[in-house]
Protein backbone atom coordinates (compact mmCIF):
# COMPACT_ATOMS: atom_id res chain seq x y z
CA UNK A 1 0.00 0.00 0.00
CA UNK A 2 1.16 3.51 -1.24
CA UNK A 3 0.29 6.19 1.08
CA UNK A 4 0.70 10.04 -0.08
CA UNK A 5 3.16 12.01 2.13
CA UNK A 6 1.81 14.74 3.96
CA UNK A 7 -1.23 14.28 6.67
CA UNK A 8 -3.95 13.75 4.39
CA UNK A 9 -2.09 10.48 3.25
CA UNK A 10 -2.39 8.68 6.95
CA UNK A 11 -6.35 8.40 6.12
CA UNK A 12 -5.97 5.62 3.29
CA UNK A 13 -3.95 3.97 6.10
CA UNK A 14 -6.41 4.58 8.76
CA UNK A 15 -9.55 2.79 6.68
CA UNK A 16 -7.17 0.30 5.43
CA UNK A 17 -8.97 -3.16 5.00
CA UNK A 18 -6.80 -4.92 8.00
CA UNK A 19 -8.07 -2.12 10.48
CA UNK A 20 -11.63 -3.06 9.45
CA UNK A 21 -10.90 -7.08 9.49
CA UNK A 22 -9.89 -5.93 13.49
CA UNK A 23 -12.61 -3.15 14.17
CA UNK A 24 -15.16 -6.44 13.65
CA UNK A 25 -13.07 -8.82 15.42
CA UNK A 26 -12.80 -6.30 18.15
CA UNK A 27 -16.75 -5.50 18.30
CA UNK A 28 -17.26 -9.19 17.88
CA UNK A 29 -15.29 -9.64 21.64
CA UNK A 30 -18.04 -7.22 22.74
CA UNK A 31 -21.33 -8.85 21.66
CA UNK A 32 -20.18 -12.39 22.54
CA UNK A 33 -19.52 -10.77 26.28
CA UNK A 34 -22.48 -9.06 26.26
CA UNK A 35 -24.31 -12.46 25.08
CA UNK A 36 -22.37 -14.09 28.13
CA UNK A 37 -23.15 -11.92 30.46
CA UNK A 38 -26.72 -11.92 29.48
CA UNK A 39 -26.90 -15.71 29.72
CA UNK A 40 -25.35 -15.54 33.08
CA UNK A 41 -28.07 -13.34 34.34
CA UNK A 42 -30.73 -15.35 33.17
CA UNK A 43 -29.32 -18.39 34.18
CA UNK A 44 -28.91 -17.02 38.41
CA UNK A 45 -31.93 -14.93 38.09
CA UNK A 46 -33.76 -17.33 40.63
CA UNK A 47 -31.07 -17.67 42.70
CA UNK A 48 -31.34 -13.49 43.05
CA UNK A 49 -34.98 -13.98 43.40
CA UNK A 50 -36.16 -12.75 40.32
CA UNK A 51 -38.04 -14.12 37.63
CA UNK A 52 -37.63 -14.51 34.15
CA UNK A 53 -40.29 -11.86 33.65
CA UNK A 54 -38.39 -9.32 35.81
CA UNK A 55 -35.16 -10.21 34.00
CA UNK A 56 -36.54 -9.47 30.74
CA UNK A 57 -38.56 -6.07 31.94
CA UNK A 58 -34.81 -5.35 33.69
CA UNK A 59 -32.91 -5.84 30.32
CA UNK A 60 -35.73 -3.38 28.55
CA UNK A 61 -35.40 -0.75 30.80
CA UNK A 62 -31.50 -0.93 30.96
CA UNK A 63 -31.67 -1.09 26.72
CA UNK A 64 -33.96 2.13 27.04
CA UNK A 65 -31.86 3.99 29.98
CA UNK A 66 -28.43 3.39 27.80
CA UNK A 67 -29.84 5.66 25.18
CA UNK A 68 -29.09 8.85 26.55
CA UNK A 69 -25.58 8.35 27.76
CA UNK A 70 -24.76 6.35 24.02
CA UNK A 71 -25.92 9.75 22.22
CA UNK A 72 -22.48 11.36 23.85
CA UNK A 73 -20.46 8.60 22.62
CA UNK A 74 -21.99 8.96 19.13
CA UNK A 75 -21.10 12.83 19.19
CA UNK A 76 -17.84 12.10 20.00
CA UNK A 77 -17.45 9.21 17.74
CA UNK A 78 -18.56 12.31 14.92
CA UNK A 79 -16.29 14.33 15.90
CA UNK A 80 -13.47 11.70 15.62
CA UNK A 81 -14.17 10.03 12.50
CA UNK A 82 -12.13 13.02 10.12
CA UNK A 83 -8.77 12.61 12.44
CA UNK A 84 -8.49 8.44 13.15
CA UNK A 85 -10.98 7.25 10.47
CA UNK A 86 -13.68 4.82 10.55
CA UNK A 87 -12.53 1.30 11.60
CA UNK A 88 -10.41 2.75 15.05
CA UNK A 89 -13.86 4.91 16.21
CA UNK A 90 -15.61 1.61 15.66
CA UNK A 91 -13.20 0.28 17.84
CA UNK A 92 -13.27 3.20 20.67
CA UNK A 93 -16.89 3.03 20.25
CA UNK A 94 -16.90 -0.62 21.09
CA UNK A 95 -14.95 -0.62 23.98
CA UNK A 96 -15.43 0.72 27.73
CA UNK A 97 -12.91 3.58 27.95
CA UNK A 98 -12.56 7.11 27.80
CA UNK A 99 -12.72 9.24 24.42
CA UNK A 100 -11.04 11.78 26.38
CA UNK A 101 -8.37 9.28 27.53
CA UNK A 102 -7.37 7.54 24.71
CA UNK A 103 -7.49 11.21 22.53
CA UNK A 104 -4.99 12.56 25.04
CA UNK A 105 -2.60 9.38 24.73
CA UNK A 106 -3.01 9.41 20.57
CA UNK A 107 -1.50 13.54 21.63
CA UNK A 108 0.95 12.60 23.91
CA UNK A 109 1.96 9.87 21.40
CA UNK A 110 1.96 12.46 18.60
CA UNK A 111 3.98 14.76 20.50
CA UNK A 112 6.43 12.66 21.11
CA UNK A 113 7.50 12.44 17.89
CA UNK A 114 6.94 16.07 17.61
CA UNK A 115 3.63 16.07 15.51
CA UNK A 116 0.07 17.81 16.37
CA UNK A 117 -3.40 15.68 16.37
CA UNK A 118 -5.03 17.00 13.07
CA UNK A 119 -2.57 19.34 11.50
CA UNK A 120 0.61 18.66 8.50
CA UNK A 121 2.59 16.85 11.07
CA UNK A 122 0.48 13.96 11.65
CA UNK A 123 1.71 11.98 8.56
CA UNK A 124 1.45 8.33 8.50
CA UNK A 125 3.97 7.08 10.72
CA UNK A 126 2.70 9.43 13.76
CA UNK A 127 -0.88 7.87 13.18
CA UNK A 128 0.21 4.42 13.68
CA UNK A 129 2.24 5.22 16.80
CA UNK A 130 -1.07 7.41 17.99
CA UNK A 131 -2.96 4.55 16.91
CA UNK A 132 -1.13 1.98 19.29
CA UNK A 133 -1.14 4.36 21.77
CA UNK A 134 -5.01 4.73 22.00
CA UNK A 135 -4.90 0.67 21.83
CA UNK A 136 -3.04 0.15 24.41
CA UNK A 137 -5.36 2.98 26.64
CA UNK A 138 -8.62 0.58 25.36
CA UNK A 139 -6.78 -2.63 26.04
CA UNK A 140 -6.77 -2.15 29.53
CA UNK A 141 -10.75 -1.59 29.55
CA UNK A 142 -11.22 -4.46 27.73
CA UNK A 143 -8.99 -6.65 29.65
CA UNK A 144 -10.35 -5.99 33.06
CA UNK A 145 -13.85 -6.53 31.74
CA UNK A 146 -12.71 -10.10 31.80
CA UNK A 147 -12.49 -10.61 35.25
Known sequence: MVIASGSAGYLGLANAPVLWILALAV??????QSLIYMGAVKKNAE???????EVRSAF?????????????VVLVAIA??????TPPVIVRVGLIGSAATEVASASIAA???????GDETFTSGVFIVAL??????GAGWMISTLF
Do not use: D, E, K
Not at 27 to 32: A, E, I, L, Q, R
Not at 47 to 53: E, H, K, N, R
Not at 60 to 71: D, F, K, M, N
Open 27 to 32: MSVVVV
Open 47 to 53: SAGMSQQ
Open 60 to 72: RAGGVAAIGPSLS
Open 80 to 85: LLPLFG
Open 111 to 117: GTMGANL
Open 132 to 137: MAMSLS
